[in-house]
């Protein structure tokens, strides 16, 4: 049997990479990263933008009668929805890496950004769902809101690790918790800031569909770095920036 896999992550990431780098709104994002005036409500904003394009963009190619038996099997999502979700993830980190580092310079905090590490559990989980259906047209939903909330949870991701990593270095951070209008109740209850030690543990967490975010400023915090997710130190000139600046095509404004 003829492996599709190869064809059709080729189709995917052309559909992707096009999108992503023909899109007005996060060439704007793009230009007030690189004029220092960006926070991490933008990353959000990027973060939204990139996973709307990688749900068009599997959900476009990958179809019930273009698939053996119908079935989108776990070799194939691993190598075509994974490298669309790694490949996001590395866009959202890259553009908030340089958002953090600018807010920690005006906030004269000698501090490196932290870079999250993808969540390879919730990745597998996801891949695992969609190969283990009998049919394709069970799990296709799994590639609308679910990839558009992974992406955005990377955002998420790049704010704890932060909050975190300063309150280790003795800072005392304040978070926010952004509700946008017409939130759930839930997420409603959630909103407000925080004091680090006092945050709800349910601050960063967000539901299907959730566009509701959390911010962080350092020139909040008083006072005076380990990683919540990964428990290990990362690189903060690691290969993110690079690929959101060349891998999906995407160029400095001046």
């Not at 992707?16 to 991490?40: K, P, S």
């Not at 993110?240 to 400095?252: E, Q």
Request: hydrophobic fraction near 40%.
């Amino acid at each position: 049997m003829t492996d599709i896999t190869p064809g059709l992550y080729a189709e995917i990431s052309a559909d992707f990479t096009g999108a992503v780098a023909n899109d007005t709104d996060l060439a704007a994002i793009l230009a007030a990263i690189d004029a220092g005036q960006a926070t991490h409500a933008d990353t959000y904003h990027l973060a939204a933008i990139i996973g709307k394009h990688a749900s068009s963009a599997l959900q476009a190619h990958i179809a019930t009668d273009s698939l053996p038996d119908g079935r989108l099997y776990f070799n194939i999502a691993d190598g075509t929805v994974a490298p669309v979700l790694r490949q996001s993830h590395n866009l959202v980190t890259g553009a908030g890496q340089q958002v953090q580092r600018t807010l920690n310079q005006r906030a004269r905090i000698g501090i490196n950004p932290i870079i999250p590490a993808l969540d390879e559990n919730r990745l597998r989980d996801l891949l695992y769902k969609l190969g283990a259906a009998e049919s394709f047209d069970d799990v296709a939903w799994l590639l609308g809101a679910p990839v558009q909330n992974f992406v955005e949870s990377v955002a998420d991701a790049m704010v704890r690790e932060n909050v975190d990593f300063h309150a280790r270095a003795g800072l005392a951070p304040k978070i926010r918790r952004v509700a946008t209008p017409g939130c759930c109740e839930w997420c409603a209850t959630l909103a407000g800031t925080y004091d680090y030690d006092k945050a709800p543990a349910d601050v960063y967490r967000r539901h299907e569909r959730c566009t509701c975010n959390v911010e962080y400023d350092p020139s909040d915090s008083t006072g005076l770095v380990q990683n919540v997710w990964s428990k290990r130190w990362h690189d903060p000139n690691a290969a993110a920036l690079i690929d959101f600046r060349s891998t999906v095509g995407l160029r400095r404004r001046r």
